[in-house]
């Protein structure tokens, strides 16, 4: 059977597993973070509300309704450096991170999402800064107030052992995991917090940099490319990374452990790095190969490869599915076939470059990535999208047809409609308005929204306009009703 089908349905038994074994996380989004004694006047604004403009009070949240208390309001981070040092053997994470923002309003107090640890210092401007821990809000007040439209750094120093998101939900367990030789970081869709402070959602794309500490003989892998040689002294080893287009927070890693690695250019000209847990060293050839391979081929169908690297990591820890972690997705405890490869890769276009604005419209990333499965196996002489699409149809009683992937359940984001459904979507529209029109938009979509956000609207706007057809009753029947829809 495809790929796709396997990855999600391997992270649908996780989750159920998940569901079973947990006691209920903490009440997830019901409370406000902040009581109402707020410094500048007024509490805070709830998530998503305009803020009035006295209030000098950054919201809790960044204003995406199924997650009201996911990334924050009041400023926008432009870049992160993370001076991080990890000891597999204590699982202590410690270190510093370092902010550097632009104040979209003005701002006496502001938040950062940052769940667990000690933090022993937060300094803005490098002033010192009072700061209190509501939740998994971190909540800064400036020295002085940060007036609108300023750029300013806040520096956080924190340590401790991290806490990985057990969710309740189907999401499983995310965020930063740590393993025996090292540690395993997917941290879809609020888990960067669980590692470092930060604006905990994709609206907010920065640039990273990556300072990496961690004990001779263990390597350190993260987002972009490593802009020096790692250096050893006293027994520990650091390594540095870049990643200089925006990145999502949930799509940065750190990833250490005992790898294998194997770097080099592929065919096309792209930077390649792969890396494998040696559990996993006969397989660290073809994952480089076809990561290559994949990386070239979507270039030429997808538009020009956004990034100035590519790659995949194979870990041991046994989590059954895969993260599209940016320029290096992770496949967590099983040799990925090309198929899954095809998805994480796709991803790197729909979802890492072009990147949700809520997660309601994740079917703009898993429609896309599971498609592109079908369009892989289409290229390598498999089944083709066309009988992908006809053998998924004729499904007729199959869950997802009640469950419309453009509107999926917080805590069910992740359900198969959202991959399965939104592939069928695409075909759909591919049918509707012709293998041209269909791969111009795609390219069009990909050039138009690089680097950014983009949502659902955007993108039947765009294809109404590159097609020159009516899509608003397609979208909505494949998207938005809870029923199979009708062949046009
Ligand atoms: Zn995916």
Avoid at 65 to 83: C, E, I, R, W
Avoid at 91 to 110: D, Y
Avoid at 145 to 164: L, Q
């Amino acid at each position: 059977m495809m790929a796709a089908r396997r990855l999600t349905t391997t992270f649908a038994t996780l989750a159920l597993i998940s569901v079973i074994g947990c006691a209920p996380s903490e009440g997830a989004v019901t409370a406000p973070a902040h009581g109402g004694s707020a410094s500048g006047g007024g509490a805070a604004a709830s998530p998503g509300a305009p803020l009035e403009r006295s209030d000098t009070v950054g919201a809790p949240g960044i204003g995406d309704p199924a997650f009201p208390l996911d990334g924050n309001g009041g400023y926008d981070v432009g870049h992160y450096t993370l001076k991080l040092s990890y000891d597999p053997a204590s699982k202590l994470l410690a270190g510093s991170a370092q902010i550097q923002a632009t104040a979209v309003q003005n701002l006496s107090r502001f938040d950062l999402d940052l769940h667990g640890f000690t933090v022993s210092q937060v300094t803005v401007g490098g002033s010192e800064a009072r700061f209190a821990r509501e939740g998994d809000e971190l909540v800064v007040t400036a020295p002085k107030m940060i007036v609108k439209n300023a750029p300013f750094t806040v520096t956080v120093h924190y340590s401790g052992v991290p806490d990985p998101v057990r969710n309740s939900s189907n999401l499983g367990t995310y965020g930063f995991i740590p393993t025996p030789d090292g540690s395993f970081v997917t941290s879809e869709p609020d888990g960067a917090k669980t590692w470092f402070p930060s604006n905990d959602h994709p609206s907010n794309k920065a640039t990273y940099d990556f300072e990496i500490t961690v004990p001779q003989g263990v390597t350190a892998i993260a987002n972009g490319e490593q802009t020096a040689p790692p250096k050893t002294s006293g027994g520990k080893t650091t390594f540095v990374w870049r990643e200089k287009h925006p990145m999502a927070s949930y799509l940065a890693t750190m990833t250490t452990g005992k790898f294998d690695v194997r770097t080099g250019t592929s065919p096309g000209g792209i930077p390649v790095y792969a890396a494998t847990d040696p559990k996993y060293r006969d397989a660290l050839d073809t994952l480089y190969t076809k990561t290559a391979e994949i990386t070239d081929y979507w270039a030429t169908v997808f538009g020009p490869y956004p990034f100035s690297s590519t790659g995949g990591v194979i870990d041991d820890f046994n989590a059954g599915y895969a993260l599209e972690n940016q320029t290096k997705p992770i496949y967590g405890g099983f040799t990925p076939d090309t198929g899954i490869i095809a998805h994480e890769l796709a991803h790197q276009w729909f979802g890492d470059s072009v990147s949700v604005k809520r997660w309601q419209d994740l079917w703009l990333n898993e429609g896309f990535a599971t498609y592109a499965e079908w369009l892989w196996s289409e290229h390598t002489g498999g089944a083709t999208a066309e009988q992908m699409f006809r053998n998924a149809y004729a499904d007729k009683t199959n869950a997802m047809w009640t469950y419309p992937p453009g509107k999926p359940r917080p805590e069910d984001l992740f359900n198969d409609a959202v991959y399965t459904r939104g592939a069928l979507a695409l075909h759909a529209l591919r049918q509707k308005i012709g293998d041209t029109a269909f791969f111009t938009l795609i390219k069009k979509w990909t050039a138009t929204y690089k680097y950014g956000n983009a949502t659902t609207a955007q993108f039947i706007a765009m294809a109404e306009q590159t097609s020159g057809k009516k899509l608003g009753p397609l979208f909505d029947a494949w998207l938005y009703q809870p029923t199979r829809p009708t062949l046009g």
